[in-house]
């Protein structure tokens, strides 16, 4: 343990100190608003791609799904293959007409023909606080997740991890801007992708590359046979509500992803709409067959370290990716089992210290560009200001997270990062593509859309079992590990709010549309041309 | 209406290009080329958003509610689920490959001719 603990660390602060060499050199480059927002616009579709997967592969999907697959067979698909599906809505609906009409953040277009400050803040607002939330929700799992990997117990330890994580988010992003965090994500996503590939080949070559009889192994070593190479150990295995629950998850993930911001501005960092285009399907690429490899390695893990070891490691199964690379390295007590190891934790340390840095950034860019210069400002900040706004509000938002995530660090908040998509999925997708799409759109729509949408479903899940745990009649098991009460029965069944915030969403951006008189048919033709035609682009 | 404020110019060696005039681009909204653009963008991405949603809906709503039918076997341990799961995966590079085609053959060549006479 203290051997692979030494490899770890050392492995860790290597990619610690070429990130941090590499946020320094691109300081150097990053002089105006357009350099720390986008990177410069120079970034290639390959870069890019390889970046929009950094900022996409983070610990949850990395360690979460595989530890799905482990634990509970086919469900963890379902995750995997709605986070990818979702990239479609980003490539046919957002990405090109995004890049040509907006500037910086996502509040650029929705707020291009509207009344600006009052769109902007709401649009700036939500932006933060789907970005808070997966910040949260990473932080949190990051300091459970250094623990388990170093062996390391106690609480200090979990603080000291989230310290340390939250500093150097606020140093790339700060100090590199869009630049820095842009390379921290492509040094990232390759040693994932390198990492993924080597153990999904070793797995498959201990079956003589024969799927069938991997799933096989999987499945007698789970116990549970057939039933763990089929949907519903995990979803739908005790009553109608948690099928329900399925589809409310999936439709948040398909259609949240396309609204989340720190993916949005990304599509900012290339020089035109083509080569917005192209990184896209450079992502979707990257990140499908890096879910594939999801895939191997978690049925990988249940045939070959066992759902029983793992669960007695962590029982939400994060350990299972670790376990395998311990397992195949050598086991447990060899050389070979501890560097293994060792490469693989310090991969999935690497993987969320890029994606928090991601998440800062996007706050802080919107906090800068849209609160301090639109709102604040009303337009009159000079790009010196905004840039030094967006580096303060990377500071403050940096130390709140941590201070958050110190004080959360108890708490099962793993229902964050499904929160952001739905958050997402019901209050930016809809009034992003109404703004593009919809000519009578206008302010009171986008106002009602992007509240409405936030406060359904915050609201659901303050209502859901997630925070109220009592067990009823249609739901038999409760929930032990509620926030706020174990026994008081929830007002609202779903643990996934999408299936009702996502159509409320939507409803009040149509029906303030429609209250209002207010109509930006001049302003909208000009959206639309410069979407379609990339004339007049940034 | 509000306009988008006049910004400040940008002390950079790789300045933002100079902001278009508003209704210069607005008045190409209404000209046939730009209507041509339009309906090619639309007569491909609605379609295909919406196919690859209820393809996808399809997925999930039989996860839930037909188990049995997505746990029989079609070779070896390899059953419905997992073969509709790994079609997931070859429907969305298909349709972004099918995409990336129609952008670069028919829509790149129909926005280059928006407003050719008026840049």
Same mark, same amino acid.
């Given at each position: 343990?203290?051997?692979?603990?030494?490899?770890?660390?050392?492995?860790?602060?290597?990619?610690?100190?070429?990130?941090?060499?590499?946020?320094?050199? @691109?300081?150097?480059? +990053?002089?105006?608003?357009?350099?720390?927002?986008?990177?410069?616009?120079?970034?290639?579709?390959?870069?890019?791609?390889?970046?929009?997967?950094?900022?996409?592969?983070?610990?949850?999907?990395?360690?979460?799904?595989?530890?799905?697959?482990?634990?509970?067979?086919?469900?963890?698909?379902?995750?995997?293959?709605?986070?990818?599906?979702?990239?479609?809505?980003?490539?046919?609906?957002?990405?090109?007409?995004?890049?040509?009409?907006?500037?910086?953040?996502?509040?650029?277009?929705?707020?291009?023909?509207?009344?600006?400050?009052?769109?902007?803040?709401?649009?700036?607002?939500?932006?933060? *606080?789907?970005?808070? &939330?997966?910040?949260?929700?990473?932080?949190? /799992?990051? /300091? @459970?997740?250094?623990?388990?990997?170093?062996?390391?117990?106690?609480?200090?330890?979990?603080?000291?991890?989230?310290?340390?994580?939250?500093?150097?988010?606020?140093?790339?992003?700060?100090?590199?801007?869009?630049?820095?965090?842009?390379?921290?994500?492509?040094?990232?996503?390759?040693? $994932?992708?390198?990492?993924?590939? *080597?153990?999904? *080949?070793?797995?498959?070559?201990?079956?003589?590359?024969?799927?069938?009889?991997?799933?096989?192994?999987?499945? %007698?070593?789970?116990?549970?046979?057939?039933?763990?190479?089929?949907?519903?150990?995990?979803?739908?295995?005790?009553?109608?509500?948690?099928?329900?629950?399925?589809?409310?998850?999936?439709?948040?993930?398909?259609? !949240?992803?396309?609204?989340?911001?720190?993916?949005?501005?990304?599509?900012?960092?290339?020089?035109?709409?083509?080569?917005?285009?192209?990184?896209?399907?450079?992502?979707?690429?990257?990140?499908?067959?890096?879910?594939?490899?999801?895939?191997?390695?978690?049925?990988?893990?249940?045939?070959?370290?066992?759902?029983?070891?793992?669960?007695?490691?962590?029982?939400?199964?994060?350990?299972?990716?670790?376990?395998?690379?311990?397992?195949?390295?050598?086991?447990?007590?060899?050389?070979?089992?501890?560097?293994?190891?060792?490469?693989?934790?310090?991969?999935?340390?690497?993987?969320?210290?890029?994606?928090?840095?991601? $998440?800062?950034?996007?706050?802080?860019?919107?906090?800068?560009?849209?609160?301090?210069?639109?709102?604040?400002?009303?337009?009159?900040?000079?790009?010196?200001?905004? *840039?030094?706004?967006?580096? &303060?509000?990377?500071?403050?938002?940096?130390?709140?997270?941590?201070?958050?995530?110190?004080?959360?660090?108890?708490?099962?908040?793993?229902?964050?990062?499904?929160?952001?998509?739905?958050?997402?999925?019901?209050?930016?997708?809809?009034?992003?593509?109404?703004?593009?799409?919809?000519?009578?759109?206008? +302010? @009171?729509?986008?106002?009602?859309?992007?509240? /409405?949408?936030?406060?359904?479903?915050?609201?659901?899940?303050?209502?859901?079992?997630?925070?109220? !745990?009592?067990?009823?009649?249609?739901?038999?098991?409760?929930?032990? %590990?509620?926030?706020?009460?174990?026994? +008081?029965?929830?007002?609202?069944?779903?643990?996934?709010?999408?299936?009702?915030?996502?159509?409320?969403?939507?409803?009040?951006?149509?029906?303030?549309?429609?209250?209002?008189?207010?109509?930006?048919?001049?302003?909208?033709?000009?959206?639309?041309?410069?979407?379609?035609?990339?004339?007049?682009?940034? | 209406? #509000?306009?988008?404020?006049?910004?400040?110019?940008?002390?950079?060696?790789?300045?933002?290009?100079?902001?278009?005039?508003?209704?210069?681009?607005?008045?190409?909204?209404?000209?046939?080329?730009?209507?041509?653009?339009?309906?090619?963008?639309?007569?491909?991405?609605?379609?295909?958003?919406?196919?690859?949603?209820?393809?996808?809906?399809?997925?999930?709503?039989? =996860?839930?509610?037909?188990?049995?039918?997505?746990?029989?076997?079609?070779?070896?341990?390899?059953?419905?689920?997992?073969?509709?799961?790994?079609?997931?995966?070859? =429907?969305?590079?298909?349709?972004?490959?099918?995409?990336?085609?129609?952008?670069?053959?028919?829509?790149?060549?129909?926005?280059?001719?928006?407003?050719?006479? #008026?840049?």
């Amino acid at each position: 343990m203290t051997e692979q603990r030494t490899i770890s660390v050392v492995l860790f602060a290597v990619f610690v100190a070429l990130t941090l060499f590499i946020t320094v050199r @691109a300081s150097r480059q +990053t002089r105006t608003a357009a350099d720390f927002y986008a990177g410069g616009r120079s970034f290639s579709p390959l870069q890019n791609g390889l970046a929009l997967g950094g900022d996409y592969m983070s610990a949850a999907s990395f360690l979460g799904i595989a530890g799905m697959f482990a634990l509970s067979g086919y469900d963890g698909f379902l995750y995997s293959i709605g986070f990818l599906v979702a990239w479609l809505v980003a490539l046919l609906l957002v990405a090109e007409m995004l890049r040509n009409s907006g500037r910086f953040t996502m509040a650029d277009v929705v707020a291009f023909r509207m009344r600006q400050r009052p769109v902007r803040a709401a649009a700036g607002i939500s932006t933060i *606080v789907v970005s808070i &939330f997966y910040l949260l929700a990473q932080m949190v /799992g990051a /300091g @459970a997740l250094v623990s388990l990997l170093l062996g390391t117990s106690g609480e200090a330890a979990k603080i000291w991890t989230i310290v340390v994580v939250g500093a150097l988010m606020i140093f790339y992003v700060t100090v590199g801007g869009m630049k820095g965090t842009t390379w921290v994500q492509i040094v990232k996503a390759v040693l $994932l992708l390198i990492g993924a590939f *080597v153990m999904t *080949v070793w797995v498959l070559a201990k079956y003589g590359f024969d799927l069938s009889d991997l799933l096989g192994a999987a499945a %007698d070593r789970s116990g549970k046979g057939d039933a763990f190479l089929k949907p519903g150990l995990k979803y739908g295995a005790t009553d109608a509500w948690s099928k329900l629950d399925l589809l409310s998850l999936g439709l948040a993930l398909v259609l !949240g992803t396309a609204g989340l911001p720190h993916i949005l501005i990304r599509f900012y960092t290339v020089p035109n709409a083509r080569a917005a285009r192209a990184s896209v399907n450079w992502a979707i690429g990257i990140i499908g067959v890096f879910y594939l490899m999801t895939l191997v390695i978690g049925f990988g893990a249940a045939a070959l370290v066992g759902g029983k070891a793992i669960a007695a490691q962590d029982k939400g199964g994060n350990t299972a990716a670790p376990q395998l690379a311990e397992h195949l390295g050598g086991g447990a007590g060899s050389t070979g089992g501890a560097v293994f190891l060792a490469v693989i934790a310090a991969v999935a340390f690497a993987t969320i210290l890029a994606v928090v840095a991601g $998440l800062t950034l996007a706050s802080s860019s919107s906090f800068a560009h849209d609160l301090f210069a639109n709102v604040l400002k009303r337009g009159k900040a000079t790009e010196r200001d905004e *840039v030094r706004a967006a580096r &303060f509000s990377a500071i403050v938002i940096g130390a709140v997270a941590i201070v958050l995530s110190i004080f959360a660090r108890g708490l099962n908040v793993a229902f964050l990062v499904a929160l952001a998509f739905a958050v997402a999925a019901s209050a930016n997708l809809p009034t992003l593509l109404l703004s593009l799409f919809w000519r009578r759109f206008n +302010t @009171a729509g986008a106002l009602a859309g992007i509240y /409405g949408g936030l406060v359904a479903a915050v609201g659901l899940v303050l209502l859901s079992p997630i925070c109220w !745990g009592g067990a009823s009649d249609t739901l038999p098991k409760g929930n032990a %590990d509620a926030l706020f009460s174990a026994d +008081t029965v929830a007002p609202f069944p779903l643990q996934n709010p999408g299936l009702l915030s996502i159509p409320i969403g939507l409803l009040c951006a149509v029906a303030g549309t429609l209250l209002s008189k207010s109509r930006t048919d001049e302003r909208f033709a000009e959206l639309e041309v410069r979407a379609l035609t990339g004339r007049g682009a940034h | 209406m #509000t306009t988008e404020p006049t910004r400040p110019p940008e002390p950079s060696d790789r300045p933002d290009p100079p902001a278009a005039d508003p209704a210069a681009l607005a008045a190409l909204d209404g000209t046939p080329e730009f209507q041509r653009l339009r309906t090619a963008f639309r007569r491909f991405v609605l379609p295909a958003t919406a196919a690859f949603l209820v393809w996808y809906l399809l997925y999930v709503v039989l =996860s839930a509610y037909a188990r049995g039918f997505m746990g029989a076997k079609v070779v070896g341990h390899v059953n419905v689920a997992l073969v509709f799961g790994l079609l997931q995966f070859l =429907s969305t590079f298909l349709i972004a490959w099918a995409y990336e085609r129609y952008a670069r053959r028919t829509l790149e060549p129909l926005a280059a001719a928006v407003g050719e006479e #008026t840049p």
